[in-house]
């Protein structure tokens, strides 16, 4: 949906599992074959005081100053833990936000953090 509304926008992809990438590089070749290619990284999103070996801070670590931001989650009850690690860019830019949770408990946990950013 992201890449046909807009078609030059910059996708990262982020998966704990190696072989992830490789099978959303088919998909999105498959799908988009004109498209600019998404930027794959192998880690694990963690809050700042998670982070080590293999993992990643979405506010620190990619490039997003100054865009609009889109942000798809779907990681499997960890979700709180990625908004944890994008506060400062949720707090300072145009997010848009989808986020599949796990459970009624996080779903709630999700939402009081994302209104006490302003959302």
């Known amino acids: 949906l992201f890449r046909r509304h807009n078609p030059s926008g910059r996708i990262h992809l982020i998966d704990g599992e ?3 990438a490789e099978i959303q590089r088919r998909q999105f070749a498959r799908n988009f074959p004109s498209a600019p290619a998404p930027e794959f990284r192998t880690a694990f999103v963690t809050p ?3 982070q080590g ?3 990643i801070h979405l506010a620190r670590d990619l490039p997003l ?3 609009r931001v889109f942000f798809k989650i779907d ?3 960890w ?5 944890r690690s994008a506060e400062e860019r949720l707090a300072a ?10 459970s ?9 953090f994302l209104r006490r950013l302003g959302y």
């Open 75 to 77: 990681v499997d009850g």
């Open 79 to 83: 979700e709180l833990d990625v908004l």
């Open 18 to 20: 190696a072989a992830f």
């Open 53 to 55: 070996p293999g993992t």
């Open 48 to 50: 700042p005081d998670r």
């Open 93 to 102: 830019l145009d997010c848009r936000l989808v986020i599949e949770t796990h």
């Open 65 to 67: 100053a100054g865009r």
């Open 104 to 112: 009624a408990a996080l779903e709630r946990d999700c939402a009081d």
